[in-house]
């Protein structure tokens, strides 16, 4: 039998994603207003669920302190208390980040962060990169062709980047950490810098570090024109505050996959949760 799945809040992401899930669950929404699922007979409002749900998924932010769920895309309100009671006994709760703070809503049940997923981490590598370069070349006054770009860290972003921003004809370089950094990079065709040897002569700077690098000593070696995007979750790699105080440009890009291409990221989560649930038999 096919179980009931409720999509409770969220932006445009889990829209698509919702969609991605009628392929498999019974479909339900809240916290959206009814117009974005006017067109799709397949996902239904809560209020027509038979039974409760088997399995609930939030948004990618977890709640606020007094259980009020993220819904940008709803003119009420939604508690994680109003979720609770339309869930099955063993219902299992999928949240974006921090289950253990979402536990705290759900004692009875289990909670799986599904933001920390290596497969979707994977999945939002591409749609970051390209939005990513997308602010690049929006806020450039020059080409990225032949533009020197510094690409700070080669994981899963990073990778993607240099090779977007090769297919531009930029002149890049990537800041590790150790020799598996730059043999990585050797590979990909680029040149490599030691993070702790950066120097300002970049005039596109990619951060995708969580820990502090750009100091105000460091940003003060770049020129003025010099922009840098932010990629990095929290705690960020670039001091903001010393940004502000020296005139340097930084542009905070979290969240871009959400942003930049909510259908390609939507479908992934749903891509994701289908795959953990499967997995679990």
Known sequence: ?????????????????????????????????????????????????????????????????????????FSQTVNARDIAPLMSENAVIFTGMNSGKVSGFFPSHEVIAYMESEELAL???????????????????????????????????????????????????????NGRGAAKAEMLGIKSVCTKDIEGKYRLVYNTVPNMIFTEKILLEFPEDTLFIELASR????????????????????????????VTAGRAVGEVIVRTIDERG
Do not use: W
Not at 12 to 20: E, G, K, P, T, V
Not at 154 to 171: N, Q, W
């Open 1 to 73: 039998m096919t179980k009931n799945l409720l999509i409770a809040g969220g932006d445009l992401r889990q829209i698509y994603c919702a969609q991605r899930l009628t392929e498999n669950f019974n479909v339900f929404y809240t916290g959206f207003d009814e117009k974005y699922f006017s067109d799709n007979s397949t996902v239904m409002p809560v209020s027509t669920m038979r039974g409760k749900a088997d399995y609930a998924v939030l948004p990618i932010l977890p709640p606020d302190e007094s259980g009020e769920i993220s819904t940008p895309l």
């Open 123 to 177: 999945r939002n590598a591409i749609p970051t990169a390209e939005g990513a370069v997308m602010l690049g070349l929006e806020n450039l006054p020059v080409t990225l062709n032949g533009t020197s770009v510094l690409i700070v860290g080669l994981g899963r972003i990073g990778t993607a980047l240099a090779h977007i921003l090769k297919g531009f004809g930029a002149d890049i370089s990537v800041a590790v950490r």
């Open 235 to 262: 705690p960020f790699g670039i001091d903001m505050e010393s940004a502000a105080k020296i005139g340097r440009q930084v542009i905070m890009a979290s969240g871009l996959p959400g942003k930049t291409a909510p």
